[in-house]
Nanobody, 122 residues
Framework: VQLQASGGGLVQAGGSLRLTCASS????????MGWFRRAPGKEREFVGR???????YYADSVKGRFTISRDNAKATVYLQMNSLKPEDTAVYYC?????????????????WGQGTLVTVSS
């Protein structure tokens, strides 16, 4: 499975961005997909995930502002980010699990995209 994340960029605080994660190879339509991020000088952290059935789970820091969705026919997962804050600045990574359900641990995800940079200015 190869993952390609895109859609990052520079946005002002309060703005929105939508990240896209496209899968190729052995597609992961039946597996959970996750989003993680790494801010400058910080460790990677869980953002949210979507199970194969569409169930979602988010970190408290993004709950109510970020929404994950998936289009299994296109083997694509989206991260809609609204009301962005400067502290959301990070490289965002999508990841594919190997089972239909997954949690928030990075170890549950086997395949990782290259990351896309999101910068939120104040």
């Amino acid at each position: 499975v190869q993952l390609q994340a895109s859609g990052g960029g520079l946005v002002q605080a309060g703005g929105s961005l939508r990240l896209t994660c496209a899968s190729s190879g052995r597609t992961s339509s039946n597996n959970a997909m996750g989003w993680f991020r790494r801010a400058p000088g910080k460790e990677r952290e869980f953002v949210g995930r979507i199970n194969w059935s569409g169930g979602t789970y988010y970190a408290d820091s993004v709950k109510g502002r970020f929404t994950i969705s998936r289009d299994n026919a296109k083997a694509t997962v989206y991260l809609q980010m609204n009301s962005l804050k400067p502290e959301d600045t990070a490289v965002y990574y999508c990841a594919s699990g190997i089972r239909p359900y997954a949690g928030w641990e990075a170890s549950e995800y086997r395949y990782w995209g290259q990351g896309t940079l999101v910068t939120v200015s104040s």
